[in-house]
Nanobody, 127 residues
Framework: QVQLVESGGGSVQSGGSLKLSCRFS????????LGWFRQAPGKEREGVAA???????TYRGSVEGRFTISQDYAKDTLFLQMNSLKPEDTAMYYC?????????????????????WGQGTQVTVSS
């Protein structure tokens, strides 16, 4: 059973930076696909960033150029470096994953693909 554990959230001022980590364990083969999502109070959960099998990333438009997703395969850890944070980035951030039907991860931000979720880590950005 795959487990995902996020860390690294916190409170920062507008323009600040945070780096989120997601330690994943229990996966049994390599086509385990990962992404970052967030949910602000009163809003739907939305995709933030995902990484494909080649290491290329997909970002939602509002974070493009400010956030960077990366993966350390040796340490089984997914990261989200967040720079130039804005108050509208305030949300609970979740790491999520699923096994790809094929052998490759497409780097999708579609929530319906992901079936395993971490507990979340809170990010609060003040103006």
């Amino acid at each position: 059973q795959v487990q995902l554990v996020e860390s690294g959230g916190g409170s920062v001022q507008s323009g600040g930076s945070l780096k989120l980590s997601c330690r994943f364990s229990g996966y049994t083969y390599s086509s385990y696909c990962l992404g970052w999502f967030r949910q602000a109070p009163g809003k739907e959960r939305e995709g933030v960033a995902a990484i494909d099998s080649d290491g290329s990333a997909t970002y939602r438009g509002s974070v493009e150029g400010r956030f960077t997703i990366s993966q350390d395969y040796a340490k089984d850890t997914l990261f989200l470096q967040m720079n130039s944070l804005k108050p509208e980035d305030t949300a609970m951030y979740y790491c999520a994953g699923y096994y790809s039907v094929g052998e490759l991860c497409p780097g999708t931000l579609s929530l319906s693909e992901y079936n395993t979720w971490g507990q979340g880590t809170q990010v609060t950005v003040s103006s």
